[in-house]
């Protein structure tokens, strides 16, 4: 089985005397939020989470990407919450970077480790506590889930990425896979969070346009991404918020895999009222 890997956050706080360059940007098409600058000053708390601290990396913002908010959890021992979801309307995915972590779902347990991955649907009841020694990390994705009359709300489920076998991108050799938690043909889904692999070398080959809003996290190696207009180096540890239509490409720099964490809104019409879809 092959080892993966997971940039996962620990906070501190740069020297004084780091320079004040950095690659972060934030552009009416596109953010970057680099690695450096998730430091211990820019966490945020929540209400009914005990010893648990956050980053944010994004949240809705009208006239940029409005569906969804993205979150890094950072819960110490003995941390977690039986109250985590405070609006019956979200969904949510959660995926484990680093430590463990037992989440509860309708009174089931499942214990996860890193690479597990979460769907909760909304008004799902669950619960998150840390019993181990160590801290732990995980992204919590979450959505306004969007009712079609006809289609059920899809179940919760637990599963890890180690026990799902990639998709080859169709005449690509390999060099590009995607890791899918979540049938692409199954319309009760209103948003898909999975895991893409470049090999060195690989490339999406044209700028992608279109009405999906992204967040992508690279969880291992380093890349090259062209956003909109510009050419941009990221690296394991950073997020890019791409809002919809906004033009995007990409090569995987090497020596090994460049892989991230994406999300994207699916399977919905185009709202035609103002405000989120």
Not at 62 to 71: D, M, R, V
Not at 85 to 94: C, F, K, R, T
Not at 170 to 187: K, N
């Amino acid at each position: 089985m092959t080892q993966r890997q997971y940039y996962a956050p620990t906070g501190g706080l740069p020297p004084q005397t780091q320079l004040l360059t950095d690659r972060a940007v934030f552009t009416e098409a596109y953010a970057v939020i680099p690695k450096g600058v998730m430091c211990d000053i820019v966490t945020s708390y929540l209400p009914f989470w005990d010893n648990t601290r956050l980053w944010m990396l994004s949240r809705p913002l009208s006239g940029f990407a409005e569906t969804f908010s993205q979150y890094i959890m950072e819960v110490s021992p003995g941390g977690g919450s039986d109250k985590p979801e405070p609006d019956a309307a979200a969904e949510a995915v959660l995926f484990v970077v680093e430590g463990e972590m037992t989440l509860t779902i309708d009174g089931e347990n499942h214990v996860m480790g890193p690479g597990g991955y979460a769907y909760l649907p909304p008004a799902c009841p669950w619960q998150v506590r840390n019993h181990a020694s160590a801290a732990v990390r995980f992204h919590w994705i979450r959505k306004a889930y969007e009712h079609v009359e006809g289609l059920d709300v899809p179940p919760p489920f637990v599963t890890n990425e180690n026990d799902i076998e990639p998709t080859p991108m169709p005449e690509t050799d390999g060099r590009w896979a995607t890791t899918r938690f979540v049938d692409p043909e199954d319309l009760r889904h209103d948003m898909h969070v999975t895991i893409v692999t470049f090999q060195p070398g690989g490339v999406i080959p044209f700028d992608e346009t279109h009405v999906m809003e992204h967040g992508l996290y690279v969880l291992e190696g380093k890349g090259v991404y062209h956003l909109n207009q510009d050419w941009v180096e990221v690296e394991a540890g950073d997020f890019m918020w791409l809002r919809a239509f906004c033009p995007q490409a990409c090569y995987a720099g090497g020596p090994g895999p460049f892989r991230y964490l994406l999300y994207k809104d699916v399977n919905r019409h185009a709202s035609l009222r103002p405000g989120p879809r």
